[in-house]
Every structure is written in C-alpha cells, then in structure tokens.
C-alpha cells in the first residue's frame, strides 16, 4: 500500500508501490552472481520489508546490502526508493545518483531522483529529469508524478506559463483526478492573481482595473462591487456590460438588505445595459424575472422571449418563461420549454420540478412520477452542489428556484 508523502508545498506524492516494485525489486537476485550469505539475509530481508510497507526494516536491510554490494545498481536504487517512501529526500538523492552512475539505463530511478529534488525544492536541478518522465514515460504513474511534480517546479521558479501548459494538460490525461484536479485549481489561480496584480501596478487608475475589483468584490458579495463598476462608468460610459454587473451587485446588495430601493435600481441597470446593446440575454432575462416575482406576466413573458430570441438555449430563461406560461395556465406552451431546458442542464432540479407540475396539469400521470422521482432525486444532492457552485462558480444570472410548496404541488 502507497504511503503518502508531504511535499514542500503541500503536494501529496501517490508513488504505488506496486508501480515502483515492478521495477526495482528482484534486480538484486539477477544482478548477483556470487552473494555471500549474509548479503543473501540482507537481500531476502529487505525486500520482504520493502514488499511489506515495513520501511525501516527495509532500510536497515538495504544500508547493510549496499556496503557488502556497493557495484549493485538495483540495491541503490531501491535504497533511494525506501528514503523517498519515509520523506527522507536529501539521504535519496545520493543513493539514487550512485544507481544511475552504476545503471544509466533505470529510467524510472531518473524520474525517482527527479522527484526528490522537487520534494527538496531544487527545481532547476529537478526540471530535466521531470519533463523527460512526463514527456517520455509511458507509465501513467510516472508521468502523472512527474506531471505534478512539474508543475511544481514551474511555478517555483516563477515559470507560470509553462505550469499553466502542464497544468492543462495533466487535466487532460487525468480528468477526473482529484489529486490533479486540485494543484491544477491552485495554478489557474495563481495565475489569474498575478495578472491581476500586474494590472494594478501598470494601471492602477484604469476603468479595467476598477472592473477587476469590481468582479473580485461581486465574487465576495461584498458592497463595494457597486462603487467600482460606477467608477467604471464614470471612465466608459459606453462599456458593454457594465449596467448589467452594477445591476447584479443592486441586486444581491437588495436580497441582503430586503432593500426595495436597491432592487428598483438594479431593474433600471439591466434597462441601461439593454439600450446600449439590445442583444444582452442575461439584461433581458433579469428584466423578465423581476416582472415575474411581482406577478406582471405580460412583461415577464416579453422579456423572457427577448432573452430567449439573442441566447436559444437558455437554460434559466426557458425555465422563467415556463413559469410564466404555468401561471397563466399554458401547459401545453410550458412543456417544450421545459424540455429545452433539461436538454441542456439536465442536472437542474427546478426544471424536473417544473416538469412534473405540468405533466400533472396534462393529466401525464406516468411522466408526473418519473421527472418527480429525478426532481427529488436531484433534489437530495442539490445543497452541497449549490454550495460548490456558490464558491468556485458563481451563476451569471439570478437562478431560478423551487416554489416554497414544491413537494406538495408535486403530488398526484
């Protein structure tokens, strides 16, 4: 069973060690010729251990071995191996050069060695030895180790764009890592800080840098979103989007407060937003939902339908439009926009709910019971996916919700 390594920052090393015996243990045996006895005990010893996950048995083992054998590339190498399992990197990184000196051919020591350097933070001396695993290795633990540890690297030595590339790429050979997922999560935004730290210093007083404060307040809910996109006002007027993101922070600033003032101003941004460019869905769609909340059908349905005539596939507008459609007792007319819906987010738990209110409304009692059982089956998950989404990616629009008395509603 791997043990886990911490690294200097904080990466988690999973070297298998089925991965890592596949290639090392059993060299000693054919390597030898004429062992002696006691290097035999040593050798038998110290790879039970190794096998076994019993590392400082195995150490000991193997530091006996390499002074009875010190010509024998596979007891160095498994030595370097057994340090690099118990975190000792600076005791690996000689041993593991004395087994490519006596071997040069034990590719995956290279690699082995590489990564004890990175783990040591001497990346320059790490990074040849890591991209030629990455690249070359065929091994897929290999390269993902050697991928992550390169990534690493890169960013130490202040080569952002170049851990971005392996960054991208990782993901791309291991998509549904965690472990991957995760120190690629770290490098995008490491690298979106530094940008926007290096806009700050070239212009300070820019309407983009405002805009960028703007959108890190917003990400925050923090108030002050609002003072910086009029600050991006004041400097481009004629700025495409900027009415709508004030009137987002309006907005959310009006559901904190219970403010209606602010909710009035924020309907007036999204209408600014629209006379400076007519095709904005996203204006058009909030324009439609508040009219809906306040029971104006009509215009909801209007706006709705703009929205919906720049951005067809609409997911959020669709659902707001069937709403609508409901209320006034349009089934028929809500259906195929529930259904576009679903098309293209299947995993919103609004439109399985929707969906069952108007096959109960067509009389469609068996179509009623199977969008209710995905409704509350989505349901069920829906708090912890609405807590990831709140965090790392925050909706553009005001999402549509369940009415209070959904369950009941839902009932045959």
Same mark, same amino acid.
């Given at each position: ?7 200097l920052?904080?990466? @988690? ?6 991965? $890592? ?11 030898q ?9 040593? !050798? ?23 002074? #009875? ?6 007891v160095h ?18 041993? +593991? ?15 082995? +060695? ?11 001396? !790490? ?9 070359r ?6 390269? @993902? ?20 590339e ?35 210093? $070239? ?18 809910g ?25 009137? @987002? ?17 924020? +309907? ?27 029971g104006?059908?009509d ?25 609508? #459609? ?16 679903? !098309? ?9 709910? @929707? ?46 919700? +369940?009415d ?9």
């Amino acid at each position: 069973m791997a043990r886990m390594v911490t690294t200097l920052l904080g990466l @988690r090393s999973c070297f298998t060690l089925a991965f $890592v015996l596949a290639f090392f243990c059993g060299g000693y045996a054919g390597a030898q010729s004429s062992a002696s006895s006691a290097a035999e005990q040593y !050798a038998e010893a110290g790879q039970r251990a190794l096998v076994e996950g019993r590392y400082p048995e195995a150490e000991q083992s193997y530091e006996e071995l390499s002074k #009875l054998e010190p010509g024998v590339a596979e007891v160095h190498a498994n030595l370097g191996l057994i340090y690099f399992k118990e975190g000792k990197f600076e005791q690996a990184v000689p041993v +593991l050069r004395q087994a490519l000196k006596l071997k040069p051919s034990l590719t995956k020591t290279d690699s082995l +060695l590489a990564m004890s350097l990175s783990e040591l933070g001497r990346y320059r001396e !790490a990074l040849p030895g890591l991209e030629k695993g990455f690249r070359r290795s065929s091994d897929p633990e290999t390269k @993902r180790m050697c991928g992550l540890h390169l990534e690493r690297s890169y960013t130490g030595l202040q080569q952002h764009s170049k851990a971005v590339e392996v960054a991208l790429e990782l993901d791309k050979l291991y998509p549904d890592d965690p472990e991957v997922l995760y120190h690629s999560g770290r490098v995008y935004g490491s690298l979106a800080y530094l940008s926007m730290e290096r806009l700050s210093k $070239v212009a300070p007083n820019s309407s983009w840098r405002h805009q960028a404060m703007a959108e890190a307040y917003e990400s925050q809910g923090n108030s002050i979103a609002i003072d910086e996109y009029r600050e991006v006002l004041k400097l481009d007027p004629q700025r495409s989007g900027i009415h709508y993101r004030l009137g @987002r922070a309006l907005l959310a600033r009006s559901q904190q407060s219970n403010s209606a003032e602010d909710a009035a101003e924020a +309907l007036k941004e999204f209408q600014k937003e629209l006379e400076l460019d007519p095709s904005n869905a996203n204006a058009a769609y909030e324009i439609g939902e508040a009219h809906r909340k306040v029971g104006q059908l009509d215009e909801a349905q209007k706006s709705f339908e703009v929205a919906l005539k720049y951005y067809p596939d609409f997911a959020e507008a669709h659902l707001g439009l069937a709403a609508v #459609l409901i209320a006034v007792q349009k089934a028929g007319e809500a259906l195929p926009h529930l259904q576009k819906a679903i !098309a293209a987010d299947a995993g919103d738990e609004v439109a399985w709910y @929707r969906l069952a209110q108007v096959q109960k409304l067509l009389g469609n009692e068996a179509e009623q019971q199977k969008a209710l059982a995905e409704f509350q089956r989505l349901h069920h998950q829906f708090n912890q996916q609405k807590l990831i989404e709140k965090v790392f990616s925050p909706s553009e629009v005001t999402r549509q919700e +369940l009415d209070p008395n959904a369950s009941a509603q839902t009932r045959p």
